[in-house]
């Protein structure tokens, strides 16, 4: 059965890439989040996942540092965050590529931004685009490419610029269900390979198991965290099993009865 732990509890083994301390975020007169804190273990992936406006890609908005919260903080391998920095990067639910430029220098954007050379930046990128399936698509353009490859266009961007936060809003949201699969099952590889943490928003109950190491589960408008959900092993049983696994539907019947009466 999964482990319930409350915020801000330490994982055993495991130290922490990222902490938000009680943030608070107000629009105008409307409070988003109340006296949020949260801690993201180095090297896992964590899905915040809540009721649709609780608040999910504000927090992690902040924690990018594109939104400043109106309290609290946020600290990134220690470092308080007062803006955006080379060490988090953005996957887009929306894909945001070049329309005009190439996969290779929609991948190796973010390096040539900082200045990287021309020929080491298209070998890091290249072995990004080989990573994630788009091997031979290096000359192709957006308008040539799937929603699927788009969208592994923007996720190896992410990758190349080698950030330790890879910051994931509803990734897969814009795919077919049997492309988002298949992707599910390569952001585990990435996520055993790359040693990178990972924050990943999802409105998808079965898909935050799927992927997650760690589930925080968000309470609507003020959100505040309710609980955090850790599955405990039937990842090691390999992807074609997961989703049969005992413990995988366990979650995913526990989480939907949390949030169920928050649903409209």
């Keep these: 059965?999964?482990?319930?732990?409350?915020?801000?509890?330490?994982?055993?083994?495991?130290?922490?890439?990222?902490?938000?301390?009680?943030?608070t975020k107000f629009y105008g007169y409307v409070e988003a989040l109340r006296d949020l804190s949260l801690e993201f273990p180095r090297g896992q992936l964590t899905s915040l996942l809540g009721p649709s406006g609780c608040g999910k890609t504000t927090?992690?908005?902040i924690i990018g540092g594109?939104?400043?919260?109106?309290?609290?903080?946020?600290?990134?391998?220690?470092?308080?965050?007062t803006g955006p920095g080379p060490d988090r990067a953005f996957v887009f639910q929306d894909f945001?590529?070049?329309?005009?430029?190439?996969?290779?220098?929609n991948v190796a954007f973010g390096l040539e931004m900082r200045g990287v050379g021309r020929s080491e930046r298209e070998d890091i990128a290249a072995r990004y685009i080989k990573e994630v399936g788009l091997a031979g698509f290096?000359?192709?353009?957006?308008?040539?490419?799937?929603?699927g490859m788009r969208q592994r266009v923007g996720l190896a961007r992410a990758l190349s610029v080698d950030a330790q936060v890879l910051l994931m809003d509803e990734p897969f949201s814009a795919v077919d269900e049997q492309t988002r699969r298949k992707f599910q099952e390569d952001l585990l590889?990435?996520?055993?390979?790359?040693?990178?943490?990972f924050i990943f928003v999802t409105h998808s109950i079965?898909?935050?198991?799927?992927?997650?190491?760690?589930?925080?589960?968000?309470?609507?408008r003020p959100s505040r965290v309710s609980e955090i959900i850790r599955p405990s092993n039937f990842r090691e049983k390999g992807v074609d099993n997961i989703r049969r696994d005992p413990e995988y539907l366990?979650?995913?019947?526990?989480?939907?009865s949390s949030l169920r009466s928050y649903v409209e």
């Design 1 to 23: 059965m999964s482990q319930i732990k409350p915020a801000l509890v330490a994982v055993p083994g495991s130290d922490i890439a990222v902490s938000t301390r009680n943030i």
């Design 59 to 61: 927090l992690l908005k």
């Design 66 to 81: 594109l939104l400043e919260p109106t309290s609290g903080e946020v600290e990134v391998n220690g470092q308080t965050v």
């Design 96 to 105: 945001a590529l070049l329309p005009w430029a190439s996969v290779m220098r």
């Design 138 to 147: 290096e000359k192709a353009y957006p308008h040539q490419l799937s929603g």
């Design 189 to 197: 590889s990435l996520v055993q390979n790359e040693n990178k943490t």
């Design 206 to 220: 079965e898909e935050a198991v799927y992927v997650s190491d760690q589930i925080a589960i968000l309470l609507p």
């Design 250 to 256: 366990d979650i995913v019947d526990q989480i939907w």
